[in-house]
């Protein structure tokens, strides 16, 4: 390797150069810095600019560059040197924009930027230049859990775009749950009829694709290492296991219908009450003849209770809603009447859910003479020959029902997704006491797993809510808490077969990309292409787990010494890990305890005569550092005593970092991060809380060192807080002032 | 059709809902309600009493199988067919040719409220213009006007008085009607019979006995 | 000149919204070449001009901002904004696509300074605030505008104003010279982003849009809500001012409408019932609100956010389709119906009321090509014998933003199968 040289650029643009003394901080970085080369440009994002510093690089040997200017978020495609070590001194909307330009001010801002360029001097001296994950991976094979719909399409997708495919199908056939359907709701034009369920078009497809591998009867039995080198063992049904080498994988194990004995009002265990899968049956045994029921009576009435056993605000049944299932009543409504045009067909629904073109298939419904009614089922119950329906007619506003020979209770679906984590982790900690109940509950979920995942945190994917193996986040609904492991299909959220064949190909296009990155030793979203990853000491390593249980991602585990083991390719790059290291042996090459340790000792501490604080923020990058940039941008001005760190996740955040710049003047330490709790902000999922819940450990440090609280302040923070994230800051640097003077300054 | 008035209907079957369809103008739209309500609250009447039952509503008693409810009401009466419930329907019904082909076949069945004055008018309108081939606009006006009586009458038509003579001046009144002149069609005969074919011919498309 | 290098291996991809990025992004960190291509100045799309996402209430621009920076470290996308598709010749991979891009009279050199803005007097219609404000002819679309680059509006080009702003500019990014450009870009495979346009409320007669100024759309809402929007994030109706404490959202505004947009839009039940909570959170217990709807299609586990705002006494549901809106002396807009729930006749006076628009698809009036179906409602639809063009987002359904982007990583991967054909067959 290169032997180390640094550079800082001083940027003159954009006012800096008339804002600011350059001389000054090409002093600073000269003398506090320490750079080897120091410029000043007037425009250093010009052509003429990048040149200079291509120039320097090339020829000079320049392996580490402070560029001295605006923010990190601007000028990116002219800043762009992929082959050095890179800092940036945020003078433009980190300081000048953030203060007058007044007489009064120029001290202070002076002071600031002074300050921003030792800062960027000292976090690129102590950074390298991430040279990629030495553990890749090779396989590029996709495994696909679950033969049904989802599963399928995944599968297929995945070899047409040119991987192998191991697909493994608990049952003995591939069509899951479709295709037990006589007919599945159209997804084109023109909405009007059932369409044939497809099931044994893909199958042939399946059976035709050399590039597909398929394992019926058979189970994941244990799935062990990491994206693009997963070990995974299937048991086959009286067979031998076998092992396939794995790149990435798609869980597509889709749901089970919903227990209606659960629903004893609405008529479950009576002979002539069905749910939407017993119809089905009725449906496929009719073969497009009329509909009879168990008895062979053929049915002359029917009508369908929508919701179920669901959206139940009492909790006693599932809370959400299926999504499916008023498109679901639409379709079978429509077995009955196009078999036999004067069967009565009534559906009772409170609000009908047919999005999209799916109201055209509402609409021919109602044109084949299905009745619909928004009515409130109060129960059903047997009489004569068939069922009463009792109801509240919401429209017509009175008590009344419906008889019929046949009800159809529209029950949700119930996602297939593996014990709960948490739960699980209860369960273990009871029966590690010795409860031996906890230890059968134990046994009992584990039996459960789908993919019985040799990871530390347990032997599936974290679950969402409701059970739903879905992504919290709006722009990401692939994200899972497992690299290169993603959900497909009603595992991931209730959805009906259109919907699943849309996800699934999703999700293999997320997958495949998965595999390729961990290919290259690249982290996966959000820090997609990072090429840092963690490395730890273990000679300074005190086995004390924190590592392995906090990663939000379950990517370490503990070798059989119980140390760490960090699975690279499982890694997101958030450094939750180094934030919780209390030895602080973990660090990424080009962020560690110490790149940001050394900015925070680079900032020049007054003594507290001065009468001015100095105060630390550590901001998260991902929505807060962006805040404040666009304060900046609007020229909403904040306090000059403040010295902002981006950091990756306020789960990275060392408490060390914060002891340290208290114990070495600071006055104030604001952190700042996003939402924590239910509605997660947060990019990392878990990252902010961690952070957050290490932080509150600290005030006890505070009150042992004789500080105040409030030396510490923690913000939850967003991105769109621009008006008041600046106010926010002048009221915490009001209160350092009103404290006065850190008690450690100086000494 | 004394046999239809005895048609059993139950809750929530299709029965009524075919005879509808079958038997009323238009009825075979009444299924495609959606109840949105959007003619409902767009009926000018819609804010005066009399509206029992508005459009959407009648449509889903049809639906629940209430056939006296529907037959006996006196709402589809009220429609004054100014299309606002017609050019709204997200679904395109036309609502009011719908009402008027339910009030039609409740008129045929027997069923209609006594003394409604729509009713009233309709007839009285038919019979006034079918006959000649041309409407006597002041025999019409008199039997509307004196059809709660000689007082009630006279006080409408001094109500009326100034329109009536507006109109006279203007050429559109000829006072000579109420003694049985004023214009006339040439073949009145003709009318007649094209009037029968028409029933005749409809009779035939609704399957209904002449 | 513009010069994109593009082969028959690149993925064109047609409109920068949340969907378009999305698919541009996933395929370039699959490791193939993206053109994406962009008719604003900026990216992001129209979900760039919403206050919060349901269910979580959460900010856009977070999202956006993740995006954005995947997209800066991604050398293997090239954007170009401020252009449209004309053309596409050629068939599955090997299409021959002409762009037509508008000059920005901004180039590269643009360091986002903001003299020009200060130089400028001329105010336009500020279109990222749905022209409910104005801004200088020299701006920066938003905050969170990619490129970082200003636009000049063509307006002040020629005039003694746009030499000044040109003179403001000590970088010489200002280039009043810029001329329309054609440019001719080889893809192998197609994804058409081009997203959806709320339902033109006007059309809706009985509502009075346009007319009555208290009567306002739901992405107009979204920029009253928004702090960075035109009334700083204050509820304060369009006529008078006032605080807008009584608000009335009309569900179905053109959707599941025969005479407007044949299909339902889908996300407009959980964006008014999202935009209660605005009502709530800026007024409390004083600010009401109350949909008018047909059906609440809060689907799948949405249900929760309903169940949420059905709780909250100050939230009032109505079953009906509103039949029309008058206006008050005070500017009152007054609604009549029925609510079909029990036939119960309502007139009722709010504060402002919110037309829940459907999604029209972009698609219509954009000549894409023959091959590539779109169903009754102009949507493109999906065709598994189509050739190498993928319809993805909004423009293939009416959609929300989560279900876009699952729709944009779907379509990514058809591309991606397409090129990684053509890159077979070469080798």
Known sequence: MAEMKTAAYICKGCELGVRLDAAALVKAATKDGKMNLVREHDFLCSADGVALINNDIANEGVTHVALCACSRRAKTEAFNFPTVAISRGNLREGVIWIRPDSDEARETTQEMAEDYVRMACAEVKAMKVPEGNPNTGTSKTLLVVGGGMSGMTAALEGAKTGYKVVLVEKTGALGGMAAKLWKRIPNREPFKAPMDNGVADLVAQIDADANIKVYLNAVVAKTAGAPGRFKVDIAVESGPTVTEDIGAIIQATGFTTYDMAKLPNLGAGQANVVDQLGLEALARAANGGPIKRADGKEVKSVVFVQCAGQRDATKTHLEYCSGHCCATSVKQAMYFKDANPDVDTVVLYTDLRMPGNNEDFYRAAQNKGVIFSKGAVANVSASGDGCTVKFKDLILNEETSADADLVVLATGMVPTTGPDLDQLNEANRAAEGGDAAAKEQVIQMMSKSVLNLDYRQGPDVPQFKHGFNDSHFICFPYETRRTAIYAAGPVRRPMDIAQAQEDATGAAMKAIQAMENAGLGRAAHPRSGDLSFPTARLEGCTQCKRCTVECPFGAIDEDEKRFPLFNESRCRRCGTCMGACPVRVISFENYSVNTVGAQIKAVDIPDEFSEKPRVLILACENDAYPALDMAGMNRNAYDPFVRVIPVRCLGSVNTIWITDALNSGYDGVMLMGCKHGEQYQCHFVKGSELGRYRMSKIYDTLKGMNLEEDRLMDLEVAITDIETLPKKINDYAARIVEMGPSPFKGL | ?210 | MTSVVATNQTILVVGGGIAGMTAALEAAETGKEVVLVEKNPYLGGRTVQLYRYFPKMCHPACGLEINLRRLKANPRIQVLTMAEVTGIAGDKGNYSVTVKLAPRFVNESCTACGECNKAASTEILDAFNYNLGKVKAAYLPSDMAYPQRYVIDPSVVGSAEGQAIKAACKYGAVDLDMKEEVVTLNAGAIVWATGWQPYDAEKITPYRYGEFKNVITNVEFERLADPHGPTGGKLLRPSDGKEAKNVAFIQCAGSRDENHLRHCSRFCCMASLKQTRYVQEAFGDAGKSTVYYIDIRAIDRFEDFYQEVKANPNVAFVKSKVARISEDKNGDPRLWGVNTEGYIRYSEPYDLVVLAVGMEPSVKNVAIPAEVLGDSSGFVMADPANAGIFGAGCATNALDVNRAVQSATAAALRAVQVVNQVARAEA
């Not at chain 2, 009444?30 to 009399?50: A, E, I, L, Y």
């Not at chain 2, 040439?186 to 409809?202: F, S, V």
Request: aromatic share 8%; proline share 4%; hydrophobic share 35%.
């Open chain 2, 1 to 210: 059709m004394s046999d239809m008035n005895q048609q059993m209907t139950a809750r929530y079957k299709n029965n009524f809902l075919k005879e509808i369809e079958q038997q009323a103008e238009m009825g075979e739209w009444v299924k495609m309600c959606m109840q949105c309500g959007v003619c409902s609250g767009s009926c000018p009447t819609n804010f005066h009493p009399g509206w029992q039952h508005p459009p959407q509503e009648i449509f889903m008693l049809i639906r629940a199988g209430k056939r006296d409810e529907v037959l006996d009401s006196p709402s589809m009466w009220m429609c004054t067919s100014c299309y606002n419930c017609y050019v709204r329907c997200p679904r395109k019904l036309p609502i009011t040719h719908i009402m008027h082909g339910i009030a039609e076949y409740a008129y045929r069945m027997g069923r209609a409220p006594k003394g409604q004055p729509t009713l009233h008018l309709s007839k009285t309108f038919w019979n006034n213009c079918t006959k000649t081939g041309r409407t006597n606009e002041v025999q019409l006006t008199q039997t509307l006007y004196f059809k709660d009586g000689i007082v009630s009458g006279i006080k409408k038509a001094l109500a009326m008085q100034d329109v009536a003579i507006g109109l006279v001046k203007a050429g559109r009144l000829n006072i000579m009607e109420a003694l049985g002149g004023g214009h006339k069609c040439k073949g009145a005969k003709g009318i007649h019979a094209m009037l029968a074919k028409a029933r005749e011919l409809e009779n035939q498309r609704k399957g209904r006995a002449a």
